[in-house]
T-cell receptor, first 113, second 109 residues
Framework: EAQVTQNPRYLITVTGKKLTVTCSQN?????MSWYRQDPGLGLRQIYY???????DKGDVPEGYKVSRKEKRNFPLILESPSPNQTSLYFC????????????FGPGTRLTVT | RKEVEQDPGPFNVPEGATVAFNCTYS??????FFWYRQDCRKEPKLLMS???SGNEDGRFTAQLNRASQYISLLIRDSKLSDSATYLC??????????FGKGTRLSVIA
């Protein structure tokens, strides 16, 4: 089954404790992206990647890191989480070259206390 | 900054009603547009693409007006299951997809 998976789905952590949210897709998509979604603010793009070893900042990259060492994986790293990073996070992937449908993962609900 | 603007709603409509959403986009270079549907606390899913000539999929019709830079979504004969948030999305050439904040629809029995 074609899908985007994220782990963990729910995470409660404390300020400053480094964490990684994994994202994996099995559709051989070149493009992958991370979004956060907050009430009243909609989906905001954090980082995106056009292919392996190619990443770029989105609208709200501060406090986040990403890497793209393999085509299927695009982990999101919070080196020192803060309460303002409490949010619902979505990973998405799509083909490149045309405006193809983006497939979203199920989301990760992160709470930083 | 390239943006997509939508009326946040909520739109509360009775079953069977026809409802229309509009959204405007700021990037005149955008070539492709989409409507996504998002159920509460779930991931967005593609509802339909928006073509220059407009397109229809059952009860849903999407239209594009390039001159005025707006996109519309029409839902006829609303069902309870149509209750969701509808996200307007614009693609801008080399730029990533830009999502609107969404319009919330509640269909009431």
């Amino acid at each position: 089954e074609a899908q985007v998976t994220q782990n963990p789905r729910y995470l409660i952590t404390v300020t400053g404790k480094k964490l990684t949210v994994t994202c994996s897709q099995n559709m051989n998509h070149e493009y992958m992206s991370w979004y956060r979604q907050d009430p009243g603010l909609g989906l905001r793009q954090i980082y995106y990647s056009m292919n392996v070893e190619v990443t770029d900042k989105g609208d709200v990259p501060e406090g986040y890191k990403v890497s793209r060492k393999e085509k299927r994986n695009f982990p999101l790293i919070l080196e020192s989480p803060s309460p303002n990073q409490t949010s619902l996070y979505f990973c998405a992937s799509s083909l490149l070259g045309s405006p193809y449908e983006q497939y979203f993962g199920p989301g990760t609900r992160l709470t930083v206390t | 900054r390239k943006e997509v603007e939508q009326d946040p709603g909520p739109f509360n409509v009775p079953e069977g009603a026809t409802v229309a959403f509009n959204c405007t986009y700021s990037n005149s270079a955008s070539q492709s547009f989409f409507w996504y549907r998002q159920d509460c606390r779930k991931e967005p899913k593609l509802l339909m693409s928006v073509y220059s000539s407009g397109n229809e999929d059952g009860r849903f019709t999407a239209q594009l007006n390039r001159a005025s830079q707006y996109i519309s979504l029409l839902i006829r004969d609303s069902k309870l299951s149509d209750s969701a948030t509808y996200l307007c999305v614009a693609e801008g050439g080399n730029t990533p997809l830009v999502f609107g904040k969404g319009t919330r629809l509640s269909v009431i029995a």
